[in-house]
């Protein structure tokens, strides 16, 4: 069974950094499925935040995001990686990983980041 494991969120101060990582269970073809990072704050709808190709040659961000956020992966390590810098209060959010590859998804389970003075 496939797993994603999200770690590195907590409590930061507006302007911090974080670095999140996405450890997938072995067994899982990794490298063939492309990667997301959403987030979700209270009484909001699940955003998308960045996406990384299989390959990790490509990259896309959300507009509220970009030039603050960069997302990574090594394939070699079944990971995927959100560097988040220059955090607002506004970034406060449940961010989960997200795998895919044609029909296949998986999700991780969340990890919370908040930024509060």
């Known amino acids: 069974q496939v797993q994603l494991v999200e770690s590195g969120g907590g409590l930061v101060q507006p302007g911090g950094s974080l670095r999140l990582s996405c450890a997938a269970s072995?067994?899982?073809?990794?490298?063939?499925?492309?990667m997301r990072w959403y987030r979700q704050a209270p009484g909001k709808e699940r955003e998308l935040v960045a996406t990384?190709?299989?390959?990790?040659?490509?990259?896309n961000y959300a507009a509220s995001v970009k030039g603050r956020f960069t997302i990574s992966r090594d394939n070699a390590k079944n990971a995927v990686y959100l560097q988040m810098n220059s955090l607002k209060p506004e970034d406060t959010a449940v961010y989960y990983c997200?795998?895919?590859?044609?029909?296949?998804?998986?999700w991780g389970q969340g990890t919370q980041v908040t930024v509060s003075s």
């Open positions: 990384i190709t299989s390959g990790g040659s490509s990259t």
């Open positions: 997200y795998a895919n590859r044609g029909f296949q998804t998986y």
């Open positions: 072995s067994g899982f073809t990794f490298s063939g499925y492309v």
